[in-house]
């Protein structure tokens, strides 16, 4: 077994520099190209990957981190968990991910405590574990005829199993692992690169035990490449001297999130991850280097804290990013320099590489709680239900949607063009009026109760904020994906937060003044903005999330002000943030819940105020989001089979539990939807249910969304016929 090398990444971007498996998957997905032009395209960004790795000088190089949708999924096809209802499909990888007309997707929430949506492993009593090792070994392959020699990437058994709520199905799932080994070695690699990163929360005593039997077996095999166990986004605490004690020779801990080791680790290699892969700064040499140093291992190698999937490419794609700024970034590529350039510091005592610039001087907000509890509360919920109620007389069942409307092809050529100043802005923001228009009068025919002005003017939901705040930059070319094409350009929150301008007042009352039904303004809620942007680290994130609060306090007051009836603030990544040790959840909890009231505080009784949650397994905080204390709370069910359902029953305020699932192009029946709803009143009383779809449907095109909102419609007017008799 060759010793592991010094330098490497635990993975890298996939969805191209400049989104070039994006374009390829929905050219496919639409029927413009063929699954042989799709493959192409990934076989050209696998090569160009490891071509520019090697290049940069990065010893360690990974493959099978690339996937045509998501990592997890690529899992179970390998370990043979496709559910039997997929298999008959023309594409049965696509299916689960996608759906099909007549087959819904499996299960997608997001992957710990990021932004990117893995899918969910349905495993089952009939579910046969049989191994197709085709991609990790093609991939071996692939690289080897350019010239590259690769450590393969594959999701480690146990985190695996936690996924899919099926540890009890180890024994099997580990003969799939101990062939993949056996395979691997025969293919001639030295190493293999097992995520566990599961390990980094709380595990119970049967859970590390299973770590231990997993890691004790797989280090049993006499054919096998050397082991590496990486672990990612904190601390591996109790699990750490589990694996210690396994046959298991590299271990990979994340320094940036997590403490140093205080234990001793002996023989094996540790995988220094002291280059962050969760954010955009720069790594401060000096701490880098005091880290390595003081690990204990016979071998250190220096590392990024997880994969680069969650940072953009190349900061040399910003040319019009603030020089002092970019001083102090660092993108992927920046991230393997400096990942490289520490490791040859570390090895022959070298002078630590640039430290970063440092930044001009920032608002300190030390001493004491800089936010307290503010006297405006809200009134109680009794009070505020009736003053609403008079005022917005919505019948029972009220329909709504969460906020976008579809982004057409001809709109995001116009915010091209404006960009480019090929377009006027008057010009431009007659096209924004002419598709909010669109929207409204869509909404309207179909039957919708409370409307929205569908987003056109909006790029992306916290982008859009981060363009209209100080505080804030945004990138050109700075995409991350979220999972499948989509993808999202994070902004860079790198100062104080504060809102210069009405920032939605404009485009939510000209929707108001086409319409006599309800339009609700829409912002994004301040724990949000901030978990999707890449944030400061100067500041407790505490401080930072109130400063955005208090910006979206002063839009809220401005959006009653001028009349909307009713003001969405959304806050989807509420559970994203949640800590991944429990121990952590009480103090974020509480501060998380107190920004949200903090933002919504300047509305009177009378302005309804809703939320929204969606793809985040909401129900394991549903008191925390009961406590943020919105009169309305839409959030994700349909896409995750209604799970949320078994705990709402305590719920005190309007509750809409979403009756479609909009990341899946199918169209649900009339017959579904009121299936989801009949559920959704026995677990509510019928005066506090609300009806919509899962998330907005900026992703979908107008006819899907038509089809779909006209079968919510159909159904839930059955349903009041039946309430009504």
Not at 85 to 98: C, Q
Not at 289 to 304: D, I, K, M
Not at 624 to 634: H, P
Not at 668 to 686: F, K, Y
Request: glycine share 8%.
């Amino acid at each position: 077994m060759s010793p592991f090398p010094r330098s490497t990444v635990l993975g890298y971007p996939r969805i191209g520099p400049r989104r070039e498996l994006k374009r390829a998957l929905e050219s496919y997905w639409d029927g413009r190209s063929s699954r042989a032009e799709l493959d192409r395209v990934g076989a050209e960004l696998r090569a160009a990957t490891w071509d520019r790795l090697a290049g940069l000088g990065l010893e360690g190089l990974p493959s099978n981190t690339f996937s045509l949708y998501d990592h997890v999924l690529d899992t179970a096809v390998m370990l043979g968990a496709v559910p039997k209802r997929y298999r008959a499909a023309e594409d049965p990888y696509f299916a689960m991910a996608r759906g099909t007309d007549g087959l819904t997707p499996l299960r997608m929430t997001k992957w710990f405590d990021t932004n990117y949506h893995y899918i969910v492993p349905e495993i089952g009593p009939e579910t046969v574990f049989e191994l197709d090792a085709t991609k990790p070994l093609g991939e071996v392959r692939e690289a080897r005829a350019l010239g590259h020699e690769t450590r393969p990437v594959v999701v480690g058994p146990v985190t695996f199993l936690l996924l899919g709520s099926a540890l009890d199905r180890l024994e099997e799932v580990l003969g799939c692992y101990e062939e993949l080994l056996s395979a691997l070695a025969a293919e001639g690699v030295s190493w293999v690169q097992l995520d566990e990163p599961a390990l980094v929360a709380d595990r119970t005593p049967s859970e590390l035990a299973a770590v231990r039997a997993a890691y004790e077996r797989l280090g049993a095999l006499a054919e096998r490449p050397g082991l590496f166990v990486a672990s990612s986004f904190g601390d591996l605490g109790e699990s750490l001297p589990v694996l210690a004690a396994t046959p298991v020779e590299a271990i990979g801990i994340d320094l940036v999130r997590g403490g140093v080791p205080e234990i001793d680790l002996g023989d094996k290699t540790v995988v220094a991850g002291v280059v962050s892969g969760r954010d955009v700064w720069r790594t401060p040499p000096e701490r880098a280097l005091a880290a390595l140093g003081a690990v204990r291992a016979a071998r250190v190698t220096v590392s990024t804290s997880c994969s680069l999937l969650h940072v953009p490419y190349d900061l040399e794609a910003e040319p019009d990013l603030d020089a002092a700024l970019k001083e102090r970034l660092a993108f992927a590529e920046q991230k393997v320099a400096e990942v490289v350039a520490l490791s040859r510091a570390e090895r022959h005592a070298l002078p630590a590489p640039r430290p970063a610039a440092v930044p001009p001087a920032l608002t300190s907000l030390e001493g004491g709680d800089p936010y307290p509890t503010r006297a405006e509360e809200r009134g109680p919920y009794a009070v505020r239900a009736a003053a609403q109620a008079a005022r917005l007389r919505l019948p029972l069942l009220p329909i709504t949607t969460i906020g976008s409307f579809p982004q057409t092809g001809e709109l995001r050529a116009a915010r091209a063009a404006v960009a480019a100043g090929t377009l006027a802005q008057d010009e431009y923001e007659r096209r924004i009026e002419a598709e909010i228009e669109r929207a409204v009068r869509t909404q309207e025919r179909l039957g919708l109760d409370v409307l929205v002005h569908g987003e056109p003017e909006r790029n992306d939901m916290v982008q859009y904020f981060a363009e209209h705040l100080d505080g804030f930059a945004v990138t050109a070319n700075g995409w991350v994906q979220s999972y499948g094409s989509r993808c999202v350009r994070p902004p860079v929150l790198h100062g104080d937060v504060t809102r210069p301008a009405p920032m939605t007042v404009r485009w939510a009352t000209y929707a108001q003044s086409l319409t006599d039904r309800p339009v609700k303004g829409m912002l994004t809620g301040p724990v949000t903005i901030v978990a999707w942007s890449f944030v400061r680290d100067d500041l407790p994130l505490r401080d930072v999330v109130f400063q955005v609060a208090d910006a979206i306090r002063e839009e809220v007051r401005d959006l009653e002000a001028a009349g909307v009836p009713i003001v969405q603030v959304d806050e989807p990544a509420l559970r994203e943030l949640l800590p991944l040790r429990q121990a952590a959840w009480d103090d974020y909890l509480e501060w998380a819940v107190r920004a949200y009231r903090r933002a919504t505080s300047g509305a009177g009784d009378h302005t309804q105020i809703h939320t929204h949650l969606c793809y985040s397994d909401a129900g394991e905080i549903l008191a925390a989001i009961d406590a943020l204390d919105a009169d309305v709370t839409t959030i994700e069910s349909a896409r995750s089979g209604a799970r949320v359902l078994g705990a709402v029953e305590t719920f005190g305020r309007g509750l809409g539990p979403g009756v479609y699932d909009i990341h899946s192009p199918r169209v649900p029946s009339a017959a579904e939807v009121e299936d989801l709803l009949r559920r959704t009143l026995r677990a509510l009383p019928a005066e506090r249910v609300w009806v919509n779809p899962d998330c907005g449907l900026k992703t979908r095109t107008y006819e899907q969304v038509e089809a779909s909102l006209r079968h919510v419609v159909e159904a839930t007017r059955r349903l009041r016929a039946e309430l009504a008799s």
